[in-house]
């Protein structure tokens, strides 16, 4: 079965430092990757998605992810953090042939000004 | 830009009592969610539609259903509400395999 894990429920970083927020996934065959942010009293919006090739792949907001199919993993990351970025952030895995979405439980990134 | 509209932003209901959230997207896609968002465990999908009178089951079904009347339009209905479906709900809308879900604003439903 699919499933998404983010192991850490609450990251808090300075302005200015370097992030990276964790996802590992479960699924047999190569999945569609996303991650989403999602801000106060909003709904989730997306910062990027992999399918295929460099698995390096940029989002919005200077954001990056990267695809490790040895490790099951897509961390996203950023290298400066603005307090701006303070939000909920979501992995995603939606799975080829049926169009169905299962997502972690969310990272809460505080960004301390 | 995508959009997609959600209504009411805010519901207020008995338990058994008889609830219905809207949703509209003026995407022109084919694939529609209903999930439900609670600290702990993430989203969890209720329940989907690929078309008109479409109707798939997702993770958490127990006590919901849906219904998609048109490509634009998707319901979700609670017909004995409990306080365990006080939530958030959002509805999504998809133009297919791994394309992007576009979410509302989602819908604050609590039963008291």
């Known amino acids: 079965a699919q499933s998404v894990t983010q192991p850490d429920a609450r990251v808090t970083v300075s302005e200015g430092a370097s992030l990276q927020l964790r996802c590992k996934y479960s699924?047999?065959?190569?999945?569609?990757l996303f991650w989403y942010v999602q801000y106060p009293r909003q709904g989730l919006q997306l910062l990027l998605k992999?399918?295929?090739?460099?698995?390096v792949v940029q989002g919005v907001n200077g954001f990056e992810a990267e695809f490790s199919k040895s490790n099951s993993s897509f961390h996203l990351r950023k290298a400066s953090v603005h307090w701006s970025d303070s939000a909920v952030y979501f992995c995603?895995?939606?799975?080829?042939?049926?169009?169905?979405?299962?997502f972690g439980k969310g990272t809460s990134l505080t960004v301390i000004p | 830009e995508a959009a997609v509209t959600q209504s009411p932003r805010n519901k207020v209901t008995v338990t058994g009592g008889n609830v219905t959230l809207s949703c509209r997207q003026t995407n022109s896609h084919n694939y529609m969610y209903w999930y439900r968002q609670d600290t702990g465990h993430g989203l969890r999908l209720i329940h989907y539609s690929y078309g008109a009178g479409n109707l798939q089951i997702g993770d958490v079904p127990d006590g919901y259903k849906a219904t998609r009347t048109t490509q634009e339009d998707f319901f979700l209905l609670l017909e004995l509400a409990s306080p365990s479906q006080t939530s958030l709900y959002f509805c999504?809308?998809?133009?297919?395999?791994?394309?992007?879900?576009?979410f509302g604003a989602g819908t604050r439903l609590s039963v008291l």
């Open positions: 995603a895995v939606g799975n080829t042939g049926y169009q169905n979405f299962y």
């Open positions: 999504a809308s998809s133009a297919g395999q791994g394309n992007t879900l576009y």
């Open positions: 699924y047999s065959a190569t999945p569609y």
């Open positions: 992999y399918y295929s090739g460099d698995p």
